[in-house]
């Protein structure tokens, strides 16, 4: 096994993989310009590139908040199932323009493909009420390219709808729905499989339709901050018996545990799991639209412990005197039993992986929540090295959040530095090493210029 350091906000993927032991973790945070590793098409754009979003700051923007808009994105890089698969990645559907007659439309699509689909043969579903995804009649498609499973984020209610070519569903529209659709093949292509219903259902589907649920419903100029509008989804599949258990979960915005929203047994015989797969997003809108935007993709395996790092900013200015940023460190014991005593270890580390000095970066406070105990330090920090036990009741998580602040001009611009944590135990038997690291990196730029040193700076 080739080892790998799991970087969630690196510009390009990383991967240790094994056909046989389906060891894998695959990470990008799609806020940056680089788009190695992926395939981007029709309306879609990484926003950091087009400077929309500062580079470290963007999104994987698959529509525009306009009409008739289609985008797509997949991962190139296949990745083996036999051990299951977790998808985890934030989402936001919004728009800077009143759609006062449809409410946001149409949604957006996850889906699973066969991993030997090439860029020359892949072809993606209909879009409209198809989310990319599923077929159509026009124009006429079987649907995605070695298609296994689409879920929909539906926020207009097509795609549960057994019209337009679908293949089976409701007579009506079912807005705000999360919904399964299976299978491409040359026949009975796409089968509708169930579907979850959000939020509160009294009233008109444009009563439904307004709510906050899929998408956010107020008009605004920029983003919906975290605190107001934020969808953290994790989609499991997980063998049980000779079948597949798919589960589709997510967090709202002041939350901090995950809601299944969704789950549903996928006959092994009926549709089995191809050896590997492959991970894209699709959206589309028609008369009514949205800005449908992914970020902080993490692909890995279940049923054993791993950690994941992001930032409170991907960026940061070098002119700027004083620059407190928090770094955010989720461990997760996904396991049936309860496990006392995880390793824990945290490094400030530079672009090289060497510890920084704190005359450049100084941690200022560490707190810990959801973990039954934790040796971690909270107070007194004389190093950028934080090392500690944690322990964590069975299938649950907790997370360390570590705050300090970057001296000015101490790494050089365009340059970067990283949060680097890792997680062991001897508990139990890891049945998968490749995620129990996990990197967050700050990209260093120039953005302001101080004619004065005493006096603030401001973006350019």
């Not at 799991?6 to 389906?22: E, G, I, M, Q, R």
């Not at 709202?252 to 015989?269: A, C, D, P, R, V």
């Not at 039993?337 to 005359?359: H, K, M, V, W």
């Amino acid at each position: 096994m080739i080892s790998k350091t799991s970087t969630l906000f690196c510009t390009f993927f990383l991967l240790s993989f094994n056909f046989y032991s389906a060891q894998f973790t695959i990470t990008n945070s799609l806020k940056t310009n680089d788009a190695a590793g992926l395939k981007i098409g029709d309306n879609a754009t990484l926003t950091a590139a087009t400077g929309v979003d500062p580079n470290g700051s963007g999104w994987l923007r698959l529509t525009n908040a306009s009409g008739n808009q289609k985008g797509f994105m997949y991962v190139s890089q296949p990745f083996g199932t036999g051990l299951g698969i977790i998808a985890d990645f934030e989402y936001l559907t919004w728009r800077n323009t009143a759609d006062t007659t449809y409410l946001g439309a149409d949604g957006f699509s996850v889906y699973l493909f066969n991993g030997n689909i090439t860029d020359a043969n892949f072809k993606l579903g209909g879009y409209g009420g198809s989310l990319g995804y599923a077929t159509l009649n026009n124009p006429a498609t079987t649907g995605l390219s070695g298609g296994y499973l689409g879920i929909g984020f539906d926020e207009y209610g097509n795609y549960s709808v057994a019209s337009e070519g679908r293949n089976g569903g409701t007579a009506a529209v079912v807005p705000n729905a999360v919904v399964l659709r299976g299978p491409t093949a040359t026949s009975n292509s796409n089968p509708y499989l169930t579907r979850t219903e959000l939020g509160s259902r009294v009233g008109t589907a444009n009563e439904i339709r307004a709510r906050n649920e899929i998408d956010y419903n107020t008009v605004t100029t920029t983003r919906p901050a975290p605190s107001v509008f934020y969808r953290r989804v994790q989609i499991y599949v997980t063998k049980t018996g000779a079948d597949y258990l798919v589960t589709v979960r997510w967090r709202k915005q002041n939350e901090t545990t995950f809601t299944n929203i969704l789950s549903y047994t996928m006959n092994g015989t009926t549709y089995p799991l191809p050896a590997s797969l492959k991970l894209g997003f699709a959206a589309s809108t028609g008369g009514g639209f949205n800005f449908h935007e992914i970020r902080n993709i993490l692909l890995t395996t279940p049923g054993n412990i791993r950690v994941d790092s992001r930032t409170s900013s991907a960026s940061l200015c070098n002119d700027a005197a004083n620059n407190p940023i928090t770094f955010t460190v989720e461990v997760t014991n996904d396991t049936p039993s309860d496990l006392p005593n995880i390793e824990f270890t945290n490094q400030i580390q530079d672009a090289a992986g060497l510890l920084l000095d704190r005359s450049k970066f100084q941690i200022t406070s560490l707190s810990t929540t959801g973990f039954t105990t934790s040796t971690l330090p909270t107070a007194n920090f004389t190093t950028n090295n934080i090392a500690g036990r944690v322990g964590l009741a069975k299938n649950t998580s907790g997370i360390v959040t570590i705050t300090g602040n970057y001296s000015r001009r101490s790494v050089p611009t365009n340059q970067n530095f990283k949060n680097y944590s890792t997680v062991n135990t001897t508990d139990i038997t890891d049945t998968d090493t490749t995620n129990n690291m996990a990197t967050s990196e700050v990209v260093v730029r120039k953005c302001s210029i101080l004619t004065n040193p005493s006096m603030p700076s401001y973006n350019k």
